[in-house]
């Protein structure tokens, strides 16, 4: 059977409805990924994260080494993996970080239950690290099968492209969507002779704003540029509110938030309710990273109480 070269899916033609599904056996790509690839236009696929939990058992049984992906600003959930292979923690777009931040010290920062092998930061837009992430793979892998996983929109599909582009035997690229589960099922992607990179379906983050937000939300939601950290002085009551996505109810404070550059942030000096929030009442702590999945974070100067707002669906967690 052939697969799709963008997505991984099993090519089929006789159902337009389900994944896979081509004009012709000889076609390279499937129809769904053609759309996504030519015109930009998404088909939605049922993505309940149960497929990545089974290829991670059949990825453990491999033993082979693992390039899990993510960003900074979804660094806390890393552990949900549970994979007892090898990993090399890949934090991508390093382009849209704050060059204030100091990368060691942040590397060293990052803690999990992994077998992690090694950290680095790289940025697929501007080549930044990939020499250096090759030479971790070649030094770690057990053979040349290397997996790649991690959360949906992570940058997978765009770490795998470059390195095709950079070091690869073929000129396809796989499929990259800023939407939920562009990759279907494992895909095989030979880079060299001594190297294929396995893409995997994205797990899906629960509790993460990109759920429950659409294509043109997400392009304002997800950073393409460095981002600016906005810092406000809290001297009394007041409310701050992040776009149409979070509100904080707070006192007496120092806060930075690091969020996308094109999201739009007011201040109200009284407490102000949207119909459609959940509300928590929270404590924060002195330096404390408030983390609100999927939007980036917030970081506490002092220790207070503050009441959050976020859409229903939505989580938060905290780190620091």
Do not use: W
Request: charged share 30%; net charge positive; with cysteine.
């Amino acid at each position: 059977m052939t697969k799709c070269l963008g997505c991984g899916a099993l090519m089929q033609c006789e159902d337009k409805n389900k994944e896979g599904y081509t004009r012709s056996l000889d076609n390279k790509f499937c129809e769904r990924c053609f759309q996504i690839k030519h015109y930009n236009k998404y088909s939605f696929i049922d993505a309940d994260g149960k497929r990545f939990l089974e290829n991670v058992k059949e990825i453990e049984k491999t033993g082979d080494l693992v390039l899990l992906v993510t960003d900074f600003l979804n660094l806390d959930d890393i552990s949900k993996f549970k994979i007892k292979n090898p990993v090399i923690l890949v934090i991508t777009k390093r382009d849209i970080m704050p060059k204030s931040f100091y990368e060691e010290r942040f590397l060293n920062s990052i803690k999990c239950d992994l077998n992690v092998v090694g950290k680095i930061l790289v940025s697929s837009k501007n080549n930044y690290n990939l020499d250096a992430l090759l030479e971790m793979i070649n030094k770690y892998k057990r053979s040349k099968n290397v997996y790649v996983a991690g959360f949906t929109n992570a940058g997978k599909s765009s770490l795998i492209n470059k390195f095709l582009k950079n070091y690869g035997n073929r000129a396809e690229e796989i499929t990259t969507s800023i939407l939920p589960s562009t990759t279907i099922d494992l895909n095989y992607i030979s880079i060299t002779d001594n190297l294929v990179l396995i893409d995997t379906p994205g797990l899906i983050d629960e509790g993460s704003i990109y759920n429950l937000v659409s294509g043109d939300e997400l392009r304002r939601i997800i950073p393409r540029t460095e981002i600016r950290p906005i810092i406000y002085q809290v001297k009394s009551l007041q409310t701050m509110v992040i776009d149409k996505y979070a509100s904080l109810y707070l006192d007496d404070n120092n806060i930075t938030i690091y969020m996308s550059n094109d999201l739009k942030i007011n201040r109200f000096y009284k407490e102000r309710s949207t119909d459609n929030f959940k509300y928590y009442d929270i404590d924060v702590l002195e330096s404390a990273d408030l983390i609100i999945k999927g939007l980036g974070f917030i970081r506490f100067k002092k220790s207070g109480k503050v009441r959050l707002g976020l859409p229903k669906g939505v989580l938060y967690t905290f780190r620091g």
